[in-house]
């Protein structure tokens, strides 16, 4: 989701002051990164200019997970991000989105050439001919919800108000496609409400159903949960509205999840979006033919935000080339909240990072991206 801008220009709630605690690691020897960078690393985002109050990342290799934070889950108490603290994933959700969508795939419910005028009734003309595949990849020209009027409108006037997935789409129902479908990438977080709306048209199952029976239980996320309310259990870590020379705004239940749904309502924890990363590469959802569709990569499709390294996109799945290696996966931005969530190709490694603001701009973006290559790197190393 990529909202924050369109809820900056509204009043938010009352400012708070923050006081930010850093735990940095000795330093590291010479070579690849290793843990103790990715510490620094952490550290010196939350001490930037409009930097987050708190990140955290974890590492997954060899059997064992290293849990690396700085700052505050809340800049109202003492106490960095745990990662059993539940988070907004944001647009990471669409990875979950994929693993549905591939794994009935895989179980002959729809195919990936299968048109949206194949399965549903209803939608725009214009879009008849746009396909599944299309739209996992963000090759589809479907216009991007999140730019209408429509939810800037609903941000404004009812932030916390349920929005049922018929009214995402009749935001965007007279707006032409921004392109021909399959002539090139652009990202949009309306292909995901559709291919989640197919996946329940085949199955006659809502998609909350759909993502306990395939993903939530067999990859046993006993901490992860698909909401239509603002609220987030407890413990969370707060999500903030930070920028240079102003207090940090707690918006961690200014916007309701549901206008997000399938592209971005999911809520989660570091440890529980770790262990889906690794299940979501290691074929848990799916086989390794559905694997190989997914991993047919569309250069210059970025993730939003980009992820380290040179970025491609696959379906539901980026792909992230750093110096130290390749890695998998997703990122996300909500308001207050910015992921990445990768896996190397056999999911056995993974590595995630959360920080309690949304996706940053110019510096301290290139910074969140060198930090998270970094991570990529501890990982291989």
Not at 240 to 261: I, K
């Given at each position: ?73 809340d ?85 916390r ?86 207090r ?23 440890a529980?979006?770790?262990a889906?990363?690794?299940?979501y ?6 086989g390794r ?5 997914q ?20 379906l ?28 190397t ?17 110019g ?19």
């Amino acid at each position: 989701m990529r909202n924050d801008a369109r809820i900056r220009a509204f009043r938010l709630p009352s400012p708070l002051i923050v006081v930010v605690a850093v735990a940095v690691l000795p330093a590291a020897a010479e070579g690849a990164p290793s843990p103790s960078d990715v510490q620094r690393g952490l550290a010196s985002l939350v001490a930037s200019k409009g930097g987050p109050p708190g990140a955290i990342a974890t590492l997954r290799r060899g059997g064992r997970t290293i849990v690396l934070s700085a700052g505050r889950a809340d800049i109202k108490r003492r106490g960095a991000p745990r990662s059993s603290d539940h988070m907004r994933i944001a647009s990471v959700a669409k990875a979950f989105n994929g693993a549905v969508a591939l794994h009935l795939y895989r179980r002959g419910r729809f195919g990936l050439d299968d048109s949206i005028g194949q399965h549903l009734a209803g939608m725009p003309p214009a879009w008849g001919a746009v396909t599944v595949r299309q739209m996992l990849n963000h090759t589809s020209g479907l216009p991007d919800y999140t730019k209408s009027d429509g939810f800037a409108e609903q941000v404004k006037a009812n932030p916390r108000g349920y929005v049922p997935p018929a009214q995402v789409i009749d935001w965007v129902r007279s707006e032409p496609l921004v392109f021909a479908p399959g002539s090139r990438y652009e990202y949009s977080n309306t292909d995901n409400i559709v291919v989640a709306l197919i996946a329940e048209a085949v199955t006659g199952k809502s998609y909350r159903q759909l993502l306990d029976e395939i993903v939530f239980g067999p990859a046993k996320l006993g901490k992860t949960s698909f909401p239509s309310r603002a609220a987030l259990p407890r413990p969370f870590i707060h999500g903030y509205l930070v920028a240079p020379g102003q207090r940090p705004e707690d918006v961690s239940t200014f916007l309701s999840p549901s206008g997000a749904w399938a592209s971005g309502a999911i809520v989660s924890t570091p440890a529980d979006l770790n262990a889906f990363i690794r299940s979501y590469l290691g074929l848990r959802f799916f086989g390794r033919n559905e694997q190989r569709a997914q991993m047919r990569f569309v250069a210059g499709g970025k993730s939003s935000p980009p992820g380290p390294g040179r970025n491609s996109a696959g379906l539901a799945l980026f792909r992230y080339e750093t110096r130290c290696g390749t890695v998998f996966g997703h990122t996300g931005n909500f308001p207050g909240y910015v992921q990445f969530a990768a896996a190397t190709a056999n999911g056995r490694r993974a590595v995630t990072t959360s920080l309690n603001i949304p996706t940053p701009t110019g510096r301290l973006l290139a910074k969140l991206r060198r930090v998270q290559a970094a991570a990529v790197c501890a990982l291989l190393k």
